[in-house]
């Protein structure tokens, strides 16, 4: 158990508590984090601070008046650092979007070499992500530059629907077949959000279309093509930069989809294989292929798709180094226009995680291989061409793994990177959720500050309750 004692501050309650767990989850990801507020400090004008590994003592310092999140984060930092011997590659940067603040100091006018020396005095982040995250950083703000993202906005739609469950996926997903029945409910009331969205946002520049899930292609041909001709109905589809559509599962697609999506005028679309192994895949619960892979990849591009993304998975259980290397020298073979590089973190909501746990087992993802794999990627990845363009890290959770260096990033050549994925990852512009599970990020770009508005997440409350998701978003744009 890590115990952070504070002060009691009635204007902000648990100051810092979020961060505070942050890095004591970080350096213990199998121990439990509780902090304590302590009413008799709560006259201290500095920020008083505690900290216990178990019975043992390994912080309490008073930080003086003008103290800072970064502040009280460093302190906590070092203290950990001298307790374990180790050093986070991250440093204090504990959340999920490294890319955002060097994004920030670059849009200010500030120069490489500041921005540098900010994220290693500062932030105490190692030389090697400060590179990755500069990177990325340059890269976005080349690409958002000059877009007027504070007047635009862009459109999520979710297709929660799979021909399958994976083990790990934590996603709000159901398989087709069990909810078939329900598709032409849900493509209804999705409709109708879709309507009044559009109804609301009139006048403003829609700059990019995402439809996720889930796999959209589980929908049937006849399905699919309705959806189509639901956005083409309500949106400036013909005016977007980018429409992006996730064929994901290769079991889901066909040549009549990729058809009907080109028609439609999708510029990007994902086939995602995770691995190129298949004993993986037959174990991850995902009923396709290797050959599949191969075939539905050719299949888009002799259809005419030039910017198609294939995700991976580092950290796989059962796969080792070789694994991982083969999978990536498999798509360069294919030689799509995109590699993302995700790390496997078995979620509390996945399969994989309740099964283990009716088993009274921990899921520890071997702790040397996923860094290693990582960087190597990276490596392997500009050889071949692909430059990193966006990046996010998954939150940690205490139990479920002890690697604390859960990044995801997506390398592409240049020309075909998901400006999607940058405007929503950064938070620049307002982006609209449509579907069950959706959850709108509203930037209010005047007051610094972004609202979110949630949908429920149920199938069968979606349809049910349309009426008040549409009211829910009565806010934006007022």
């Known amino acids: 158990m890590i115990t952070f004692e504070i002060k009691q501050n009635r204007q902000q309650p648990g100051e810092f508590s979020y961060d505070l767990r942050a890095l004591a989850q970080s350096f213990y990801p199998e121990k439990s984090c509780r902090i304590v507020e ?20 390994i912080l309490w310092e008073n930080l003086s008046v003008g103290y800072d999140k970064n502040k009280v984060k460093a302190v906590v930092y070092q203290a950990f650092s001298k307790k374990t011997g180790r050093t986070l590659l991250w440093g204090i ?63 999520y739609i979710g297709i929660p629907f ?18 078939a029945a329900k598709v032409e409910g849900y493509l209804g009331a999705l409709e109708k959000e879709m309507a009044a969205l559009a109804k609301k946002a009139k006048g403003r520049s829609l700059h990019t279309i995402y439809v996720g899930g889930g796999t959209p292609t589980s929908l049937n041909e006849k399905e699919l093509q309705r959806l189509m001709d639901m956005i083409h109905s309500h ?20 040549m009549e989809k990729l058809n009907i999506l080109k028609k439609a005028g999708v510029s990007r679309i994902s086939i995602n294989p995770q691995t190129m192994k298949q004993h993986t895949l037959d174990l991850m619960g995902r009923k396709h292929t290797v050959e599949q892979v191969k075939e539905k990849f050719s299949l888009a591009r002799d259809i005419g798709f030039d910017n198609i993304n294939m995700d991976v998975i580092v950290g796989l259980p059962e796969e080792d180094e ?44 071997e702790d040397t291989l996923i860094p290693v794999l990582q960087k ?27 690697n604390t260096n ?8 240049e020309g075909k990177e998901c400006l999607y994925n940058i405007l929503i990852m950064e938070e620049l512009e307002t982006i609209v959720a449509l579907g069950s599970g959706g959850s709108t990020k509203y930037v209010i770009h005047e007051e610094n500050r972004m609202e979110r ?23 934006l744009w007022l």
Not at 235 to 254: H, Y
Not at 383 to 401: E, I
Not at 406 to 413: L, P
């Open 453 to 475: 508005i949630e949908n429920v997440k149920s199938v069968d409350d979606y349809i049910n309750r349309i009426d008040e998701m549409i009211e829910r978003k009565k806010t």
């Open 38 to 57: 302590r009413e008799d400090w709560s006259g201290e004008s500095g920020y008083p601070v505690r900290c216990m590994v178990e019975e043992e003592e």
């Open 406 to 413: 859960q990044e995801n990033v997506a390398y592409a050549r």
């Open 93 to 155: 940067l504990t959340g999920i979007r490294p890319a955002k603040i060097p994004l920030r100091m670059r849009m200010d006018g500030l120069d490489t070499d500041t921005i540098r020396e900010c994220l290693k005095q500062e932030y105490l982040v190692s030389d090697g992500k400060i590179r990755l995250v500069m990177d990325v950083a340059d890269r976005e703000y080349e690409l958002v530059r000059n877009l007027d993202y504070r007047n635009g906005y862009s459109i």
């Open 235 to 254: 949106l400036p589809v013909d005016s977007v930069l980018e429409f992006t559509v996730e064929a994901g599962r290769p079991d889901s697609i066909t």
């Open 162 to 179: 799979c021909p399958t469950i994976c083990q790990y996926c934590s996603f709000s997903s159901y398989d087709y077949e069990t909810y």
């Open 376 to 402: 190597e990627s990276k490596e392997i990845l500009r050889d071949y061409g692909y430059k990193p363009y966006y990046m996010y890290r998954q939150k940690n959770k205490a139990g479920t793994t002890r």
């Open 322 to 365: 070789v694994d991982f290397y083969n999978t990536v020298n498999q798509l360069h073979e294919l030689n799509p226009d995109s590699i993302t590089v995700h790390t496997l973190v078995i979620k509390r909501a996945s399969r994989m995680r309740r099964e283990q746990l009716e088993q009274g087992e921990q899921m520890y993802p």
